[in-house]
């Protein structure tokens, strides 16, 4: 919900309270939305091409953390080699 209503999609951003305004930059909706609206209004490919970077740079920090959760449960404890039997 954070990422509708800050993302300016639905009404524009500026008319949003000031918490909204303030995480509209750091969410990757926000730049879906401006690149959606540049391609179909026409105008310069730059907004287009930011909105790309930063989606592909939001996928590799997602994929990267997802690895790197996946491998710390890959490393085998004594704990959960033998867990404690409780009855």
Do not use: K
């Amino acid at each position: 919900m954070l990422q509708l209503t800050s993302a300016g999609g639905t009404y524009p951003v500026q008319t949003s309270p000031a918490f909204f305004n303030a995480l509209h930059p750091f969410l990757p909706m926000s730049y879906i939305v401006d690149a959606l609206r540049r391609l179909i209004t026409g105008g310069g490919l730059g907004p287009v091409w930011l909105a790309c970077a930063v989606l592909t740079a939001f996928t590799a920090a997602s994929l990267a953390l997802t690895a790197l959760s996946a491998r710390r449960r890959q490393v085998w404890t004594l704990d959960r080699l033998h867990p404690e039997l409780s009855l």
